[in-house]
């Protein structure tokens, strides 16, 4: 399982920068929103926290730690019918922060004109999946299993599919992957799947997908046997 190689870009910093000066205004902004229970939840332990704390109140908006930094794979259903997940394109990042009382952040950053942005922040029920997913995929199986391995995230939007992907670059056949979220592929968010368990749901539902633009457009291209 492969993916295709990144074009060489003029950034030298990493995209986990954003986090020292563009991450301040969308967290701003989004702690702003009161109207979700999180959000009000967060504030009320803060404010308990500070009133208990001897320290001079902080004000100002809350510390925030990097937990992890995950490349991020995507394919279209028609490249997956065909090649499986052999060639699933890179895309952005996703960090996953932690906010000092414990709410957990999920920031998605996209490369703009050479620039890291950020284009979406999200917390509550979606970002503590993740962060649970991600603790998952850290925890070692056996003390034997030594090599290297790599965070990802699949992100399949016509399937619903967003996954931590737990990479093993020597031996990917030992690939494992924890659904975020549910899908259409029937796999259950905050389990833990083998490799081929995933390539066979992703390529056989890949197909089901182009049979109907197939049926709908007249398109005749369709490759017999491609996963």
Do not use: C
């Not at 208990?52 to 902080?58: A, I, L, P």
């Not at 991020?72 to 895309?91: E, I, P």
């Not at 056996?142 to 992907?165: D, E, N, Y």
């Amino acid at each position: 399982m492969t993916a295709k190689k990144d074009r060489r870009t003029r950034t030298s910093q990493g995209p986990q920068h954003v986090l020292h000066g563009k991450f301040r205004p969308h967290l701003s902004a989004h702690l702003l929103a009161h109207h979700f229970e999180h959000i009000k939840a967060f504030h009320a332990d803060r404010e308990a926290a500070l009133r208990k704390s001897k320290k001079k109140v902080d004000q100002g908006l809350p510390a925030h730690t990097l937990l992890a930094q995950l490349r991020v794979y995507t394919g279209l259903a028609a490249q997956l019918a065909q090649s499986g997940m052999r060639d699933v394109d890179r895309g952005g990042w996703v960090l996953l922060v932690e906010l000092a009382g414990g709410l957990k952040g999920q920031v998605e950053v996209e490369q703009r004109r050479g620039q890291h942005v950020i284009s979406r922040l999200i917390t509550g029920a979606m970002a503590d999946e993740l962060a649970r997913a991600v603790e998952l995929a850290r925890r070692p199986k056996a003390r034997k299993q030594k090599t290297r391995s790599q965070l990802r995230i699949l992100s399949v939007p016509s399937m619903q599919l967003f996954s931590v992907w737990l990479h093993r670059p020597k031996t990917p056949a030992k690939d494992a992957f924890i659904p975020v979220t549910a899908s259409f592929l029937g796999l259950h968010a905050g389990r833990k799947y083998a490799r081929n368990t995933v390539e066979r749901a992703v390529g056989g539902l890949a197909r089901k997908l182009l049979r109907r633009q197939v049926e709908r457009k007249g398109s005749v291209v369709f490759p017999p046997q491609a996963v």
